[in-house]
DNA sequence: GATATGGTGATCGTATACGATATCGTACTT
DNA sequence: AAGTACGATATCGTATACGATCACCATATC
């Protein structure tokens, strides 16, 4: 028996990419193969497959022979990656709405309690943690693997993202709290697909205009789109 | 000075893509690496490299110590593409409407005259060739560059699956032309994104209808997703 | 002082070799 | 005759080795 039942690679990728998404490595980080091999103990052969994987991901860049980085993460990229979560989640939640029974929301609605919690307390880093769970709830039922793949590359790259860019906007939270409540109702009453996608669409639409209304007015204006239609 | 300029990986990933495209290697056709090197004159590292990348794309299937097979199409998956593609393409659309210039249209309107030809020459190869760069005209004006990325890949993997699946639904066509110039319509009238967006979602749904259609009522019950909403 | 040029080192790209694993056929047992 | 155990073979997984390429810096030249 193998120390784990996963190659190698994947292995590598698992641990690359929960560096990456701890903070561990930073953006800018260089990654060199050598060096990683050695610090995982593989090959560089395994540990090159998992940072081309990870680069398809956008986790990293990298350039042919000159060697890896943690992907850069400006402004531009937060704001291209929450629009494309906009579109994908909210088809997603949409998607499974039907599928989405009363055990369903009971659970999302005592994830939501938790986060109201979380704000009382000023606990930011919980309160995301519950946040993603509260949304699995109202994607995971949608039928269409591609679309929910789509998705939870979505989540990493936004946790990628945060770990470094995102500020946490003070009013923000207690606002979508109040937003999930208003989907999960939405849901209990069979609302229909379109409807239930431009919930969930706005409510990260929200989001994102509460990062912008943040900078300062020329900083919104080099936004080179607009958050919402 | 290099026979390419193109790493051997990149060269052998192109080379087996357009394989698989063009119909060379047919779905569940046994791809064996060793033999995909010997073909090709590499080593089978970057063959390797290159197969992972194409599972990635889902181009291919790949088990652990077992091996690599061009990837099944069932109607189930055709269907999941093109329902993806229904959304991303629908919000690349919708994102790019702004940025079209009368130039664009008229390029677009061209090609579309160009598809009304194949109809009465009945060339649905080229057909299907022009149906691409008049939806191109569309899209690839879209800013954010991961939802572009999805719609190509979408594309992609709907030419794989069509060159073995897809039935030329004849009714259809004439249709689709008709659209298009709907479409073009709404683009010159400066629309709104919303308008633009539902447009492109329901042309793409409709050709969908039409090879539902087709199925017999069975075939059409195991569709365990309705095409639009 | 700025720019061009050559050398040097770090890092990636690929080839080859070998070990690990799954699959399939065959023989043996019940 | 059916099922199981076992071994042979094909194929993948990884390690190691070496060649190729690029970035950097020192030096020379204008």
């Not at 850069?72 to 997603?92: C, F, K, N, R």
């Not at 990493?156 to 939270?173: C, D, E, H, I, W």
Request: aromatic fraction near 8%; glycine fraction near 6%; hydrophobic fraction near 40%.
């Amino acid at each position: 028996m193998s120390p784990e039942t996963a190659s190698k690679s994947e292995r590598a990728y698992a641990a690359i990419k929960e560096k990456i998404l701890g903070g561990g490595y930073t953006p800018g980080y260089r990654l060199v193969l050598a060096k990683l091999a050695e610090d995982l103990g593989f090959s560089v052969v395994p540990v090159r497959e998992a940072v081309r994987r990870l680069e398809a991901e956008g986790f990293i860049t990298f350039e042919r022979n000159v060697g890896a980085t943690v992907a850069g993460i400006d402004p531009t990229e937060y704001l291209y990656t929450m629009q494309t979560l906009s579109i994908v989640e909210g088809a997603a939640t949409a998607l499974s709405a039907p599928l989405i029974g009363p055990e369903d929301i009971a659970r999302a609605r005592g994830v939501n309690a938790a986060m109201r919690e979380c704000l009382e307390h000023f606990d930011p880093v919980r309160f995301t943690a519950l946040n993603l769970e509260f949304h699995s709830v109202l994607f995971e039922n949608c039928p269409n693997p591609h679309i929910l793949d789509m998705v939870h590359r979505g989540w990493n790259r936004l946790q990628a993202l945060r770990s470094s860019t995102f500020n946490y906007v003070p009013g923000r939270a207690k606002e979508s709290v109040a937003e999930h409540e208003a989907l999960l109702k939405l849901l209990e009453n069979g609302a229909d697909a379109d409807t239930v996608e431009r919930a969930a669409r706005a409510h990260r639409a929200a989001t994102l205009d509460a990062y912008l209304a943040r900078g300062t007015p020329e900083q919104q204006a080099r936004m080179p789109l607009s958050p919402t239609y």
